[in-house]
């Protein structure tokens, strides 16, 4: 069983930074790809950025240039640095750990408001 624990959410201005923590449990991380997702008010949950065994990163349109995932397997955890936010940045981060076909699990996500 995996439990991931998102946490670095707040509020910042139009501009700003944050960076989000995604801590996991048990065994697998490592060989787990790892994803963030955001849920905005009255949308569907979208894809954010992900990362692989081997550190590839890949990035939705949206956030291409301005957010950066990474991950230290040392610690279990996986992070997304989002630099320059704007206000339409502003939903619930999820991360998402996917490993195989039947090992995928959320945490519980983490509010990232950006002010205008």
């Known amino acids: 069983q995996v439990q991931l624990v998102e946490s670095g959410g707040g509020l910042v201005q139009t501009g700003g930074s944050l960076t989000l923590s995604c801590a996991a449990s048990?065994?697998?991380?490592?060989?787990?790809?790892m994803r963030w997702y955001r849920q905005a008010p009255r949308k569907q949950r979208e894809w954010v950025a992900g990362?692989?065994?081997?550190?590839?990163?890949t990035y939705a349109d949206s956030v291409k240039g301005r957010f950066t995932i990474s991950r230290d397997n040392a610690k279990n955890t996986v992070y997304l640095q989002m630099n320059s936010l704007k206000p339409e940045d502003t939903a619930v981060y999820y991360c998402?750990?996917?490993?195989?076909?039947?090992?995928?699990?959320w945490g519980q996500g983490t509010q990232v408001t950006v002010s205008s």
């Open positions: 048990g065994s697998i991380f490592s060989i787990s790809v």
């Open positions: 998402n750990l996917k490993y195989g076909l039947f090992d995928d699990y």
């Open positions: 990362i692989t065994t081997g550190s590839l990163e």
